[in-house]
């Protein structure tokens, strides 16, 4: 499909990839970028999903944008082959990817004594590896038409330890330090670079927290989707939604740094914990 994205709206006729679509923060942000204009190609394992949000995308999107250009693409991000057949799917289809957003992550919570390697290599594989796979596959297109952002969905677990959430948190610091250099080296070429920490955010990911529970209220998807086109528009590197959760990252080291922060999240969960555990009574 031979099309050419606007001089000056970066959504209008763009071809942006999403991973991770398929429900939460991919779904509303996909449907947010259809609404505005852009070409999107919705990426994530579960097919049936994908093909709801394929079909919001159609709703949402202007007239001008023809009906059926929105597709889904099933895939599983955890490997390099994958990543690499997800852009050259795009490519062949459309000949370029004008935006990527990669929010495709996966959670670890629980005791750390019982984490096994293979755990943390997993969401090493989603949370960080894939966003770079995606990114350098797509970066050689962008920096020869001199236009394009990438957008990495992280975590304010990469700013502030949770307890229960160390590898989880490790991969979206990782993915920070990545995108943060990413916005250097590239700094001139007409290629934006923008890391996203979203707070609370009502998504399947709570689904497994198990034990260690969730910190109350939880902002709905929509609130990180607009601010992924908010950071396209304005070529940001760096944003916090809900804004207020920005102050965290700030605060954390006045407090005392991991130890007395990690320590003090720690407690408030093993006492949740202990709690639930006398409701329920023995056994």
């Given at each position: 499909?031979?099309?050419?994205?606007?001089?000056?709206?970066?959504?209008?006729?763009?071809?942006?990839?999403?991973?991770?679509?398929?429900?939460?923060?991919?779904?509303?942000?996909?449907?947010?970028?259809?609404?505005?204009?852009?070409?999107?190609?919705?990426?994530?394992?579960?097919?049936?999903?994908?093909?709801?949000?394929?079909?919001?995308?159609?709703?949402?999107?202007?007239r001008a944008?023809?009906?059926?250009?929105?597709?889904?693409?099933?895939?599983?991000?955890?490997?390099?082959?994958?990543?690499?057949?997800?852009?050259?799917?795009?490519?062949?289809?459309?000949?370029?990817?004008?935006?990527?957003?990669?929010?495709?992550?996966?959670?670890?919570?629980?005791?750390?004594?019982?984490?096994?390697?293979?755990?943390?290599?997993?969401?090493?594989?989603?949370?960080?590896?894939?966003?770079?796979?995606?990114?350098?596959?797509?970066?050689?297109?962008?920096?020869?038409?001199?236009?394009g952002s990438?957008?990495?969905?992280?975590?304010?677990?990469?700013?502030?330890?949770?307890?229960?959430?160390?590898?989880?948190?490790?991969?979206?610091?990782?993915?920070?330090?990545?995108?943060?250099?990413?916005?250097?080296?590239?700094?001139?070429?007409?290629?934006?670079?923008?890391?996203?920490?979203?707070?609370?955010?009502?998504?399947?990911?709570?689904?497994?927290?198990?034990?260690?529970?969730?910190?109350?209220?939880?902002?709905?998807?929509?609130?990180?989707?607009?601010?992924v086109t908010?950071?396209?528009?304005?070529?940001?590197?760096?944003?916090?939604?809900?804004?207020?959760?920005?102050?965290?990252?700030?605060?954390?080291?006045?407090?005392?740094?991991?130890?007395?922060?990690?320590?003090?999240?720690?407690?408030?969960?093993?006492?949740?914990?202990?709690?639930?555990?006398?409701?329920?009574?023995?056994?």
């Amino acid at each position: 499909m031979g099309l050419r994205p606007h001089s000056t709206d970066p959504f209008r006729d763009a071809v942006a990839v999403v991973t991770g679509a398929s429900s939460g923060i991919g779904a509303a942000t996909a449907k947010e970028l259809a609404r505005r204009g852009a070409i999107v190609v919705a990426v994530a394992r579960r097919a049936d999903r994908l093909g709801e949000v394929v079909r919001a995308c159609e709703r949402m999107a202007p007239r001008a944008v023809p009906h059926g250009s929105h597709l889904g693409h099933p895939a599983d991000v955890a490997s390099r082959e994958a990543c690499e057949e997800v852009v050259a799917f795009v490519l062949e289809r459309f000949g370029r990817v004008d935006i990527l957003v990669n929010n495709a992550g996966v959670s670890l919570h629980g005791d750390i004594t019982s984490v096994l390697p293979q755990d943390v290599e997993r969401v090493m594989a989603v949370n960080f590896f894939a966003p770079v796979y995606l990114t350098l596959a797509v970066l050689p297109g962008m920096v020869e038409r001199g236009r394009g952002s990438v957008v990495n969905i992280g975590s304010v677990a990469a700013v502030v330890p949770n307890a229960g959430e160390a590898a989880y948190g490790a991969s979206k610091a990782g993915l920070a330090r990545w995108s943060h250099g990413l916005s250097v080296e590239l700094h001139g070429t007409g290629v934006h670079v923008g890391m996203l920490h979203p707070g609370p955010i009502d998504t399947d990911m709570w689904d497994t927290v198990g034990e260690i529970g969730h910190p109350g209220k939880l902002y709905r998807p929509e609130v990180v989707a607009r601010g992924v086109t908010h950071m396209i528009e304005r070529r940001q590197v760096q944003l916090t939604v809900p804004r207020r959760f920005g102050g965290v990252g700030v605060l954390y080291p006045l407090l005392g740094g991991p130890v007395r922060w990690g320590l003090r999240r720690y407690d408030k969960a093993a006492r949740a914990q202990a709690e639930r555990r006398a409701a329920r009574g023995p056994g």
